[in-house]
Structures are given as C-alpha cells and as structure tokens.
C-alpha cells in the first residue's frame, strides 16, 4: 500500500476520533480539544491531496482563530456545575441512534465501492498525469479571487455571526447558572 493511502486513512480515522471526542466528551474543553484534533486531521488530508494552501487555511483559520475563540467563550461561561449536562442527556438517546444508523450506512457505502470495484484501494495511489491539472491547481491567487468575488457575502455572513455569537454569550454571561443575575 502507498505510503499516501496509508496516512489519507489514518489521518481520516483520527479526523472521525476526534469528532467522536467532541460529541461525547463530558466537559466542554475536552470537546474542544476533539474539534481542534478534526481540525488539524482535515489540515492532513488537504495536505495529502496536494491542497497546500487550504491545509495552511485550515491551520491558521479554524484550528488557530476559531479555536481560540471557541476557547474563549467557554471560558467565559465559567462552567462550574455539572448540572448543564442534565438539560443535554436526553439528546443523547436521540441523536445516538442516528449516528448509529449514519454510520452503519456509511459502512454499507463503504462496502458496495470496495466490493464493485476490484483493486479499488490501488486506483486511489496511481499518479494523475500532470497535463490533465492545471498549473494553478491550490494555488493562492486563485483561492483568493474566487473568496474576494464569488464568495464574499458568505465570508462577511460568517464574520457578523461570529461578531453576532461574542455578543450573545457576553449576555448570557451576565447571569449565573441558575439564571440570576451576576453581581
């Protein structure tokens, strides 16, 4: 097996560890770290898909800038009871079973690609012919045209939610866990 497909799985299966981490971890900062673990997985299997530029974005940006601020309002929840967990336990029981069921389809998906085509793990690593990608394939300038122009409205939506988000939890930090007013 190519040294490629090996680390595209194992940085896959960390990517899937650290989603689980951050689903069930029982306080808020482990589920944080899980995300940051997914994050910096992600950032490996850009890398390995000849994406650089993205794999750097996905450091900077959201392992290095939105961690922090995701970090940051946790810590500004100052979470000290663990009666919060109480409100949140029945979603387990319903959201369990549907992860269940995704992944078990994701099996099956799984299986019928690898079953329907012989050698398929072995497609996966021959070389693309370097006249069928163009030059400017993850490259910056193109990246950032595409943000500037096509995407910019969805770029600043998501800059006002997240300014919209540090506002809201600087309300809710104004009241204590049992909802009265800190003093």
């Keep these: 097996m190519d040294f490629n497909i090996l680390m595209y799985f194992v940085f896959g299966m960390v990517a899937i560890a650290g989603g689980l981490v951050l689903l ?106 370097p006249m069928t990608v163009p030059e400017s394939f993850g490259g910056i300038k193109e990246f950032s045209t595409a943000l500037l122009t096509k995407y910019m409205f969805a770029f600043e939506f998501v800059s006002t939610l997240l300014f919209a988000a540090i506002v809201a939890v600087i309300s809710i930090v104004q009241l204590d866990w049992r909802g009265r007013k800190n003093d």
Excluded: C, N, R
């Design 24 to 129: 069930f971890a029982k306080h808020p900062i482990k589920g944080a770290m899980g995300l940051l673990v997914s994050m910096l997985a992600l950032a490996g299997l850009y890398a390995i898909l000849q994406a650089h530029s993205i794999a750097v974005f996905q450091v900077i940006i959201y392992a290095g800038a939105i961690m922090v601020l995701i970090i940051y309002f946790l810590m500004l929840l100052d979470i000290k009871s663990e009666d919060y967990l109480k409100s949140y336990a029945k979603l387990v029981w319903t959201g369990g079973p549907i992860l269940l069921l995704l992944a078990i389809f994701f099996i099956y998906k799984l299986y019928t690609v690898f079953k329907g085509q012989p050698g398929a793990l072995s497609d996966m690593s021959t070389v693309v012919d």
